[in-house]
């Protein structure tokens, strides 16, 4: 199925309708559906989340926008309440904190080697060797909190080692911001890539948020909170990274072209026949929606949707194991940080974020409290001889 993206025009937005059932389907099997099917659910809903967050937004600052606006959100909206209730209450909080960190590793590294420009990758790569070692942290948490093996939720898919430690993660605010791509010069694939990690930050970012206050465990308590604070350099490396001079409608067409995007390849490679169903009806809907704002970007900016949208997608993400991608970024690029804009080693390390994580983890750091002495084993530390 080839989609174009300048003709296609799916379901019309008046026709997008749920009932409560729909929106509460039957949740995905924690063991026995593939940890790629688990990855997509998380994925779509931290992209179904932004284009909320993004609308609300615009609404605020468009007065002329802001029905089709809360149109497009209300759909939006059950869309991502249909796609998050895909993930059952058999995970415990921190087997789906595993899911989102293994959502950041295998997607980000698959942006990583597919982004044309070199360095838009170079920051991909140095933001998932952070959240790699996140996932070392909570799989050391998992075991001891609850006596379980990560990897059931992995699947032996992503390595379980440490990255660049979190403990060294903690920069000044001056060294999350990136150089961002120019809106006239970059591929198209380099916007979708931006938007697509920047969704996927933001909602693991707001999920550790909302999650940590309900363990009794100061030490994990204290381990969300410090990773949450990485997301939320994160998100802004990642939003830095957006040319600031797109247009709010071009950027409204770049946010549904990005869904139809993912959507797209999660119909693409989607091994559960029920939740390939739900990729498909929300890949229809989000066409609709791209339909809705392309006549939107016409009639206010008079300008042709094809100044920002090729008539074809670019390839889709390739839901598949990346570690050997990994390892090699590990074993070459685990010593850098960040200076200003620019990835450098860290003997060239300013200062002022020198003097910022010395104070952060100068009453101890949690994530060298709780993976002390930890090294993954298969089945647990209990299980050991």
């Not at 025009?9 to 039957?26: A, H, S």
Request: glycine residues 4%; charged residues 25%.
């Amino acid at each position: 199925m080839a989609l174009n993206l300048l003709q296609d025009k799916g379901m019309p937005l008046d026709r997008q309708r749920f009932t409560w059932k729909e929106l509460i389907q039957p949740p995905i099997s924690k063991l026995d559906d593939d940890a790629f099917t688990r990855v997509r659910v998380i994925l779509m809903n931290g992209i179904e989340m932004e284009a909320l967050r993004f609308s609300h937004s615009c609404a605020r600052v468009n007065n002329d926008l802001r029905l089709p606006l809360a149109k497009v959100r209300r759909v939006e909206h059950h869309q991502a309440s249909m796609v998050n209730n895909l993930l059952g209450a058999d995970h415990s909080t921190l087997e789906t904190t595993i899911g989102y960190e293994q959502v950041a590793i295998e997607v980000t590294a698959v942006v990583a080697q597919n982004e044309p420009d070199e360095y838009l990758a170079q920051l991909y790569r140095f933001g998932m060797l952070e959240d790699f070692d996140h996932l070392y942290r909570y799989t050391a948490l998992l075991d001891r909190l609850e006596g379980k093996d990560a990897n059931n939720i992995l699947q032996s898919y992503t390595d379980i080692v440490p990255g660049r430690p979190t403990s060294v993660e903690h920069r000044a605010p001056a060294d999350d911001l990136r150089e961002h791509y120019n809106r006239t010069q970059a591929a198209f694939i380099s916007k979708l890539h931006a938007l697509t990690i920047l969704s996927s930050e933001q909602q693991t970012h707001n999920f550790y948020m909302n999650v940590g206050p309900l363990y009794a465990d100061p030490v994990a308590r204290q381990l969300y909170a410090e990773i949450a604070s990485i997301e939320e350099q994160h998100v802004t490396q990642y939003e830095s990274m957006i040319d600031p001079n797109e247009t709010w409608l071009e950027k409204w067409l770049l946010h549904e072209a990005t869904e139809v995007y993912n959507y797209y390849g999660c119909v693409q490679q989607e091994s559960d026949p029920h939740v390939k169903a739900i990729w498909e009806r929300c890949l229809d809907y989000e066409l609709g929606h791209l339909e809705l704002v392309r006549e939107l970007f016409k009639k206010y900016e008079r300008r042709d949707p094809a100044e920002v949208l090729p008539a074809e997608l670019p390839e889709p993400i390739n839901y598949a194991s990346q570690r050997e991608f990994v390892r090699k970024v590990l074993s070459e690029e685990v010593d850098l940080r960040a200076r200003g804009t620019q990835i450098v080693d860290k003997s060239q390390e300013g200062r002022e974020s020198e003097e910022y994580r010395e104070h952060m983890n100068s009453s101890g750091s949690p994530s060298e409290i709780v993976a002390a002495g930890y090294q993954w084993s298969p089945g647990a530390e209990l299980v050991r001889s």
